[in-house]
C-alpha cells in the first residue's frame, strides 16, 4: 500500500506559480511511476504529468505544454509539479498518483491522494 499526501495548493493570480508536492509512504518510492491529474468542475479527471521511475517525464501536452514541469527526489520519497504562468482554466483540484509502471499509470493508477485544491483568478 502507498498513502499520498498532496500539499502546495492554493489562491494564485493568471500568470503566477504553484509548486505542488506529494510525499509518499509505505513502501518504496523509487519502485513507482508518479503522476498528477486534474479534476475541473463539471469535468472529467484528466491526466497532467507523470514520471517514470527511471526520471522520463510525460506531459498532457495540449494542457500544460511548456508550463508544468514534473520531477522527484526519491531520497525525499517526494514528487513534484511546477506551474508557471498559470491560467483561470487550470483551476481544478489536483490530485498525485502512484503505480508500479507509467503504463498502468496512464491507464488506471492504484494509487490515488486526496487532492490539493488550485485556483488561478483573472
Known amino acids: 500500500q502507498v498513502q499520498l499526501v498532496e500539499s502546495g495548493g492554493g489562491l494564485v493570480q493568471a500568470g503566477g506559480s504553484l509548486r505542488l508536492s506529494c510525499g509518499a509512504s509505505g513502501s518504496t518510492f523509487s519502485n513507482y511511476a508518479m503522476g498528477w491529474f486534474r479534476q475541473a468542475p463539471g469535468k472529467e479527471r484528466e491526466f497532467v504529468a507523470a514520471?517514470?521511475?527511471?526520471?522520463?517525464?510525460?506531459y498532457n501536452v495540449d494542457s500544460v505544454k511548456d508550463r508544468f514541469t514534473i520531477s522527484r527526489d526519491n531520497a525525499k520519497n517526494t514528487v513534484y509539479l511546477q506551474m508557471n504562468s498559470l491560467k483561470p482554466e487550470d483551476t481544478a483540484v489536483y490530485y498525485c498518483?502512484?503505480?508500479?509502471?507509467?503504463?498502468?499509470?496512464?491507464?488506471?493508477?492504484?494509487?490515488w491522494g486526496q487532492g490539493t485544491q488550485v485556483t488561478v483568478s483573472s
Open positions: 514520471i517514470r521511475r527511471g526520471g522520463g517525464s510525460i
Open positions: 498518483a502512484a503505480s508500479e509502471s507509467a503504463v498502468r499509470l496512464l491507464r488506471l493508477p492504484d494509487y
